[in-house]
């Protein structure tokens, strides 16, 4: 398995600012996903993140609203830009190792925007 | 892609066997089935994966019948520290294409 860790645990931001949260891999993993997860619902895909290519977006999200760094096989940022309350939501990573039978996820970074 | 469908709630009592159902009409051939465990304020938490007939882990039991149009998820005698929102996700091995259910919310009483 593999553990994963995310900064912030949680924000309070103020709308028009922007916000990257870090995720961190105890070890090295061929992708990383990205989702949000709004209170009492199911979990929506924004990106897949592989080392090396540019992040792959899901339907109705965007790479200037969402841009998402992966600079090497155990670390992805996401920055949530130019923020509104509408984006206040709990924001989740995980990760998928070529060896691994399944995702791995972080704690979530829970986002409230003012 | 395999949508998926959930119970949106169950109610069970400790020390009972809770079969939790996915259905999933559209699954493709090289599809997975994996359930997930969500607690409040955590993030999802992997129970088990399966491909067809059954899977047994130390936690779970996956039944996946020859048509894998479907798949039951049995918690052996859940406790009160079961409540939690249970996930079906179907997609093929290596995640480039995947859906996430809605989730199915458990809540074991005493």
């Known amino acids: 398995s593999a553990v994963i860790s995310q900064k912030p645990s949680r924000d309070i931001c103020q709308r028009g600012t922007s916000l990257t949260i870090q995720c961190q891999v105890d070890s090295q993993v061929t992708m990383m996903f990205w989702y949000r997860q709004q209170p009492g619902q199911s979990l929506t895909l924004i990106a897949t993140a592989n080392q090396g290519s540019e992040a792959t977006y899901e339907s109705g999200f965007v790479i200037d609203k969402f841009p998402i760094s992966r600079p090497n096989l155990t670390f992805s940022t996401l920055t949530v830009s130019n923020m509104s309350p509408e984006d206040s939501s709990i924001y989740l990573c995980?990760?998928?190792?070529?060896?691994?039978?399944?995702?791995?996820f972080g704690p979530g970074t829970r986002l409230l925007v003012l | 892609l395999a949508k998926t469908t959930q119970p949106i709630s169950m109610d069970s009592y400790e020390g009972q066997e809770v079969n939790i159902t996915c259905s999933h009409n559209?699954?493709?051939?090289?599809?997975?089935i994996t359930w997930y465990q969500q607690f409040p304020s955590q993030g999802p938490r992997f129970i088990i994966q399966g491909y067809k007939t059954k899977v047994t882990n130390e936690v779970a039991s996956l039944f996946i019948p020859a048509d894998r149009k479907s798949s039951t998820l049995s918690l052996p005698r859940v406790s009160l520290s079961d409540t939690a929102v249970y996930y079906c996700l179907v997609g093929d091995y290596n995640f480039n294409k995947f859906y996430f259910g809605s989730g199915t919310k458990l809540n074991v009483k005493p």
């Open positions: 995980s990760a998928h190792g070529s060896n691994q039978e399944t995702q791995y």
């Open positions: 559209n699954i493709a051939t090289n599809d997975y």
